[in-house]
T-cell receptor, first 114, second 115 residues
């Protein structure tokens, strides 16, 4: 499958649960991103990985923990979340960080924290 | 950091009419301005982008204009069709410092095209 793929598409979790979101890209890109999309808010950049190295952590709470084992895969580990963390989490990739090239988005994981 | 404002938040037009969405940005060093379209339940997808060395770019029914002096850029859709209905996001990249290259998004415009 080409493009950026995210799993699961939907996730409901309790505040004490631990879960992980997965993102995979088959575009040969070197930069991958996690964004949070909440209703009526701009897309918020959470993390950036460039060549597997984390280059940006946009003041994200520690209950969100990213992992990038290689340039094709990106995970977001979740634990002890709050109801206000409910949102659409989008993964994206681009050729490289800071080169002003197109970002390709996945379809997102709709997260609900109960 | 960069601040991107987008207006209007909602826009309804009749099929065949034109639609214009406007964005302003704060960082005068910003140099890349993409527009993304997000249909309901789908991923955002790039529809057009413009760089700071160009004032206008057109792709069929879609055009983007950039006024660097006013720090203002706009998306123009002509001959709108129902399938143009979606949320449109503008973005600007920070031009320098620790936030160099980071994309800052506007809040989005929900465009509805009525047949």
């Amino acid at each position: 499958e080409t493009g950026v793929t995210q799993t699961p598409r939907h996730l409901v979790m309790g505040m004490t649960n631990k879960k992980s979101l997965k993102c995979e890209q088959h575009l040969g890109h070197n930069a991958m991103y996690w964004y949070k999309q909440s209703a009526k808010k701009p897309l918020e950049l959470m993390f950036v990985y460039n060549f597997k190295e984390q280059t940006e952590n946009n003041s994200v709470p520690s209950r969100f923990s990213p992992e990038c084992p290689n340039s094709s895969h990106l995970f977001l580990h979740l634990h002890t979340l709050q109801p206000e963390d409910s949102a659409l989490y989008l993964c994206a990739s681009s050729q490289e960080w800071r080169t002003n090239t197109e970002a390709f988005f996945g379809q997102g994981t709709r997260l609900t924290v109960v | 950091g960069e601040n991107v404002e987008q207006h209007p938040s909602t826009l309804s037009v009749q099929e065949g009419d034109s639609a214009v969405i406007k964005c302003t940005y704060s960082d005068s060093a910003s140099n890349y301005f993409p527009w993304y379209k997000q249909e309901l339940g789908k991923r955002p997808q790039l529809i057009i982008d413009i760089r700071s060395n160009v004032g206008e770019k057109k792709d069929q029914r879609i055009a983007v204009t950039l006024n660097k002096t006013a720090k203002h850029f706009s998306l123009h859709i002509t001959e709108t069709q129902p399938e143009d209905s979606a949320v449109y996001f503008c973005a600007a990249t920070s031009g320098g410092g620790s936030t160099l290259g980071r994309l800052y998004f506007g809040r989005g415009t929900q465009l509805t095209v009525w047949p």
